[in-house]
Each structure stands twice: as structure tokens, then as C-alpha cells.
């Protein structure tokens, strides 16, 4: 029953929408506002996406950038960059 009543709902629901054909390319325009705002959005993507991708070489490459790294804790570790210490959290 609940099946029956959701098709016949959705078949009143899609009574009035045209059926696609085949081969058809059905095209809606945008308006000027949409289109500079469209091109904002992809512009300051590609902006952030520069920026990140520019911080992210550097951090690798540079070590001035990346500043001094320790993974692990006062009596062990994995990795110390030069010139720091292993340290416990101080509790």
C-alpha cells in the first residue's frame, strides 16, 4: 500500500515535466550576476589552491619555512629536526 501511494504520488508530481529525448541537449542560460560570481568562485579557488600548493613545497623543501619538527615524547622519539630535544609535556 505504501508503495502504491508513493508512485501515484510521484506520478502526479511529474505529470506536468516534459520526458527528456534522446539526442536533446536542453540548455539554460545564466544570468551575468550568476557568471561573475561563478568566475569569483573558480578564481579564488585556483588562488587558494596556488597559495596551498606553494606552502606545501615550501614546508617540504625549505627548512626555514617548516621551523624545528619533534615527533615523540622525553625518553623516546621517531624524529628531531637539528638543534631541538625531546621533551615531555611538561604535566
Known amino acids: 500500500?505504501?508503495?502504491?501511494?508513493?508512485?501515484?504520488?510521484?506520478?502526479?508530481?511529474?505529470?506536468?515535466?516534459?520526458?527528456?529525448?534522446?539526442?536533446?541537449?536542453?540548455?539554460?542560460s545564466i544570468t551575468r550576476t550568476e557568471g561573475v560570481i561563478a568566475a569569483c568562485v573558480l578564481l579564488w579557488g585556483l588562488f587558494a589552491l596556488v597559495i596551498c600548493t606553494y606552502a606545501a613545497i615550501g614546508k617540504t623543501f625549505d627548512p626555514i619555512v617548516r621551523g624545528p619538527q619533534v615527533i615523540g615524547c622525553k625518553g623516546w622519539g621517531i624524529y628531531k629536526s637539528e638543534g631541538t630535544e625531546f621533551r615531555g609535556f611538561g604535566w
Open 1 to 28: 500500500p505504501a508503495a502504491r501511494s508513493q508512485a501515484a504520488l510521484t506520478r502526479s508530481l511529474m505529470s506536468d515535466v516534459e520526458a527528456p529525448t534522446p539526442g536533446r541537449c536542453i540548455r539554460q
